[in-house]
């Protein structure tokens, strides 16, 4: 038996023109870019339609609106790892208050990732480094004086 090589298979999802290029042999770009605020729209829609709490849904427009403004991005398909970099870089406030803007950025574009919009989802790897308290032990006077009320208790 031979394998099916796929030489003589059509791809009937071409347009005529996209046809026609590519018999010439010609490449054709067939990207359709996705504008930053038309996701961010059908988004927050889908989020009101899941029913997502309004405190989140205008935490996501705050943050994504902030974040298209001072990075200059018009379309999806300019987000990229520097972008964010250069974004989290530019903000004035401490660790923890990054690390929750990034995780709606990467909610965000995931979602958009879902629906088909971004091909790789190359933030999966983009994170901030928070610094954990440390709470400090019982000391061992402490200890004793919560064993003496407990067996007051009993």
Known sequence: MTKKTGLFDVDFSLT??????????????TVHYKPFMEALGTIVHQM????YRPRTIKDYNTVLLNFSKSSRITYLEDVGADTIYLWLDSMQVVNQTKLTRLKV???????????GWVSLNFWQTIN???????????????????????????
């Open 48 to 51: 009101q339609v899941s029913g």
């Open 16 to 29: 005529s023109k996209e046809l026609t290029a590519s018999i010439k042999g010609e490449k054709v770009s």
């Open 128 to 154: 901030v480094k928070v610094d954990k308290k440390v709470k400090k032990g019982a000391e061992p006077n402490d200890i004793a004086v919560l064993v003496s009320k407990a067996r007051l208790r009993v």
């Open 105 to 115: 950025l990467k909610s965000f574009l995931s979602k958009c990732f879902t629906n």
